[in-house]
């Protein structure tokens, strides 16, 4: 069973992709020594699936019995206004990602749509994943032929930048076709996303510093430490810097779909605002967020930092 190659620009129109490539399954493309080093010492205790899976992250045959491909889609969310608009004192910055209805189910419906066409028209055994399941996303969209790593860790496509949710459909189907030419990494001299992380968490080009990155510390860590406003740097939930400054975000194509507009309430907000809010207020404005009603306590406590610093600001203007 094959799936020619030529038939992947045709299947990403009628899916609403903007990248579709396909790469063999095996050999899995990453140092599997290195990988799995970095993911049992460097990794927060939060992140610590990420060891449990490894296993299936390096021999995807564990998840998909008879896997000879994985073919990677990607979907920019950009949108209409990649630039970075002023953020008036009081309020906060929401990671554009988590600003829509959750891409796990907007994107996961075009995923779907795709395994049911490899299934249907190649006959093909099938299984997705829209960054849910133990799969080296970022490795296999390289091998794909449709990007390269940053030195922001991100994945980046030379034509969409780094703003793109990418998927997966693991398949028993082979690929039948030329190897599409990798993109060479394109980051060349520029150091511009090491220069602006807040958190300093890029001292190391292509390799991230989770446990000091605010996307991290904002979305998925447990305690906040000893993080001061300026620390946050205005960002709320999750951190978009090392993209912002990124050329190829500022140089991309920017698709616009209506499912990627920023949601009212969740554009730079007021952090009085969050915080006046009881439970059902907030569960009404983050619904169908990403943001789940688990990160509301987590949300509560960065916005109070950010409160709270920035009374403190006020005093002390107050007493010169």
Request: hydrophobic share 40%; proline share 8%.
């Amino acid at each position: 069973m094959t799936l020619p190659r030529d038939a992947l620009a045709a299947l990403a129109a009628e899916c609403d992709f903007d990248g579709l490539g396909i790469a063999p399954a095996f050999p899995v493309p990453v140092d599997s020594a290195a990988f799995s080093d970095r993911v049992t010492t460097a990794c927060p205790e939060e992140l610590a699936y990420l060891a449990r899976s490894l296993d299936r992250r390096l021999d995807p045959a564990r998840v998909l019995p008879g896997i000879r491909s994985v073919v990677v889609g990607y979907v920019s969310y950009a949108g209409a206004l990649p630039e970075v608009l002023p953020l008036p004192e009081g309020h906060a910055r929401i990671s554009r990602f988590a600003g829509f209805t959750d891409y796990h189910k907007t994107v996961g419906a075009r995923f779907e749509r795709l395994a049911s066409i490899l299934t249907d028209r190649f006959k093909g055994r099938t299984r997705w994943y829209v960054d849910t399941g133990p799969v080296l996303e970022k490795a296999y969209a390289v091998a794909a032929g449709l990007g390269f790593i940053g030195k922001n860790s991100l994945f980046i496509s030379p034509r969409h930048g780094s703003f793109v949710f990418l998927g997966v459909v693991l398949t028993d189907l082979e690929a039948d076709g030329p190897m599409p030419m990798r993109s060479p990494s394109g980051c060349g001299a520029c150091h511009a996303c090491q220069d602006a992380c807040p958190g300093g968490a890029l001292h190391m080009p292509y390799i991230l510093d989770v446990p000091r990155c605010l996307a991290h510390l904002t979305v998925t860590a447990r305690e906040l430490g000893n993080l001061s406003a300026q620390d946050l740097a205005g960002n709320l939930y999750g951190c978009d810097v090392c993209q912002d400054v990124c050329a190829f975000n500022r140089n991309a194509e920017h698709p616009v779909r209506p499912e990627f507009a920023p949601r009212p309430g969740l554009d730079r907000p007021r952090i009085d605002d969050i915080l006046a809010m009881d439970d059902a207020a907030l569960d009404d404005l983050l619904a169908t967020t990403p943001i789940r009603p688990r990160n509301r306590a987590h949300l509560r406590s960065v916005a109070r930092i950010m409160q709270e610093n920035g009374r403190h600001e006020n005093s002390s203007k107050d007493d010169e």
